[in-house]
């Protein structure tokens, strides 16, 4: 594997790069679903590791249920999807800084789960709730509630109670969604354990 990593660092090339990738597979280092799930999402090496052209689909109906196995494995996997969704979904989240407390508790319980994060999710899903009302229009009470939908995931529910996104939004939320999974998802997939 050794090997694998010296020829994929001094080149650079997707080639070696997969064959790294497949080295850290047999050796139990990489999950064969991180594997998948970075080649699904459109990374050259992984695919080429994968065997296949395999690559995230145009409708996002099928992306969701091609992912749906992981979002019932890992909560914190489930907050990730949810939250990048929710952000490409509603423009007012980024334009108007809505729910920007919310965001970054929820980002802080990704890095550190637990009681104390929680608490700060409820805290922050209130103040959501009455930022919304302030703006009072439908685009911040729509975005509002797609976030706080993250917060419920966040809390416990299961990830198909709460849907995150629309089933057939438009092509350009769709590209960028799934840019945006690609972007942070694709690292954490093949990221090296914790030493």
Not at 26 to 52: K, M, N, S, V, W
Not at 54 to 70: F, I, M
Not at 91 to 108: F, Q
Not at 172 to 191: F, G, H
Request: proline share 8%.
């Amino acid at each position: 594997m050794q090997a694998a990593r010296r020829a994929f660092e001094a080149s650079g090339s997707p080639h070696d790069e997969a064959t790294f990738l497949t080295e850290r597979t047999r050796a139990g280092e990489l999950a064969p679903d991180r594997l998948e799930l970075a080649a699904y999402l459109g990374h050259p090496a992984a695919r080429l590791a994968a065997g296949g052209p395999c690559g995230a689909d145009d409708d996002l109906r099928r992306t969701r249920a091609w992912l749906e196995p992981l979002f019932q494995r890992s909560v914190a996997f489930s907050v990730r999807v949810a939250l990048l969704a929710a952000h490409e979904l509603h423009p007012a989240l980024k334009r108007n800084k809505l729910g920007a407390y919310l965001t970054k508790a929820l980002r802080l319980w990704l890095e550190e789960p637990g009681a104390h994060g929680l608490a700060r999710i409820q805290d922050a899903t209130r103040q959501l709730f009455a930022e919304a009302e302030a703006q009072d229009t439908a685009e911040a009470r729509d975005a509002a509630t797609s976030l706080a939908g993250v917060a419920v995931i966040a809390e416990g529910v299961d990830w198909d109670q709460v849907p995150a996104w629309p089933l057939t939004p438009p092509p350009k939320t769709l590209r960028a969604i799934r840019e945006a999974l690609r972007d942070e998802l694709v690292p954490w997939a093949l990221e090296p354990p914790a030493p």
